[in-house]
């Protein structure tokens, strides 16, 4: 149900052992799917954690992919305290990672201000540019499609030119949306989502994706210039509902024709 080539991300939970870490991208890559593994840089405890990950990942399945996120606790594990932070060390590069995502935040990040924001954006772009790598932006979830379609513009105002991947969540039940809502600090656009509860759930009551899809989809189409250029899917119903409801074969309603 995948296409071949398909990015998959690979989640640091910050407990699994790098040898499953590794284990689980050379599966995707046998799969015929990009393995993107999740570095999250405040869990790593030392400039040899992070080396013996990325070494581990290359090695075995090959990486060329990443998505390069602070992590979310407070208080560092070791000496990184944010994502440029293992950007400036030049491992990633020395271990042939071309592509990297960073992290993007349609509801503004909980510990940053705006402007700071920006700020390290461009930092990011412009180190991305300096070294040949492929830089995208990664965002949240969330549940307003016109909110996240003017924050997209908005960066672009700011500057901004690198495209945008931007998070939607997948099929699954209420009850399971509102848990990983919470965990993942979205509860403003889920509050305003569920104010139109007819527009979350199919007739099953499960959370159906197709509105909030359709939505961002008319936003993007009417404005050629826009930075979003694909959707990343958070499968909290899991791989299958996910693939099945991208390929119109599921029973949570009908697909958005994008």
């Known amino acids: 149900l995948i296409p071949t080539g398909t990015r998959a991300y690979v989640v640091d939970s910050g407990d699994t052992p790098v040898a499953d870490w590794a284990a689980a991208c050379l599966a995707l890559r ?31 399945a090959g990486i060329d992919d990443a998505l390069v996120i602070g992590g979310d606790i407070a208080r560092p594990a070791g000496p990184f305290g944010s994502s440029m932070d293992v950007l400036m060390t030049g491992l990633l590069e020395q ?9 993007g ?7 940053i201000p ?30 307003d499609a016109d909110g996240a379609v003017s924050w997209a513009e908005q960066l672009r105002s700011e500057g901004i030119r690198v495209p945008i991947h931007l998070g939607v969540a997948g099929p699954t ?11 993942c600090g979205v509860r403003t656009s889920l509050s305003f989502a569920l104010k139109r509860k007819a527009a979350l759930t199919s007739l099953l009551g499960n959370y159906a994706p197709d509105p909030h899809v359709r939505a961002i989809e008319s936003g993007v189409l009417s404005n050629e210039r826009s930075l979003i250029q694909q959707l990343h899917v958070y499968a909290f119903g899991g791989l299958p509902s996910a693939a099945e409801w991208l390929t119109g074969r599921g029973s949570w309603g009908p697909r958005s024709k994008a």
């Open 30 to 60: 046998r799969a015929d799917l990009t393995p993107v593994p999740h570095i999250a840089c405040r869990r790593l405890r030392s400039l040899d954690d992070l080396d013996e990950r990325l070494s581990a990942m290359a090695r075995g």
């Open 95 to 103: 271990h042939g990672i071309r592509h990297i995502g960073v992290a």
């Open 105 to 111: 935040h349609p509801e503004g990040s909980p510990d």
């Open 114 to 143: 705006p402007a700071v924001v920006v700020d390290a954006l461009h930092w990011k772009i412009e180190f991305a540019a300096r070294i040949g790598i492929d830089l995208r932006l990664v965002t949240q979830f969330n549940f």
């Open 173 to 183: 039940t209420m009850t399971r949306l509102m848990k990983y809502a919470a965990l």
